[in-house]
């Protein structure tokens, strides 16, 4: 397998790769709607929400805190989630700038 070429692009362009690519699977949707509507850190729920063994959530929260979409504080024994305010924001404007460049065009193919 291949080295993938990430110097051939730019920051935005790479930075947005990394957050797309954690978002790229239903258990992490799934995480980030818990998070979103409970409005509230997360401390050790998601399993018992989702039905995933403990290890399967831990890892894919590892992806959504290494991408910078949640952030985690250590509360006693266990570790709580809570979305990170600043990234969201830069992706949901990354996002609209994305798919806002686009215009139909009058014909296509």
């Known amino acids: 397998m291949g080295v993938t070429r990430t110097d051939i692009f730019n920051d ?13 699977h239903p258990a992490r949707i ?3 709607q818990y998070i979103i509507k409970a409005n509230a ?3 050790g729920d998601l ?3 989702l039905g995933l063994a403990q290890a ?5 929260l590892k992806e959504l805190k290494s991408a910078g979409l ?7 024994v266990s570790v709580c989630y809570c979305i990170e305010p ?6 949901k404007k990354q996002l609209n700038i994305f798919f806002d460049s686009y215009t139909e065009p009058k014909s296509c193919c």
């Open 30 to 32: 799934a995480i980030l």
């Open 86 to 91: 600043k990234a969201w924001a830069l992706l």
């Open 47 to 49: 399993v018992d929400e």
């Open 70 to 76: 949640i952030q985690g504080t250590i509360d006693g």
């Open 56 to 60: 399967t959530i831990s890892q894919h």
């Open 41 to 43: 850190c997360i401390c």
């Open 12 to 24: 935005e362009q790479n930075h947005l790769a990394v957050m797309l690519k954690a978002l790229a």
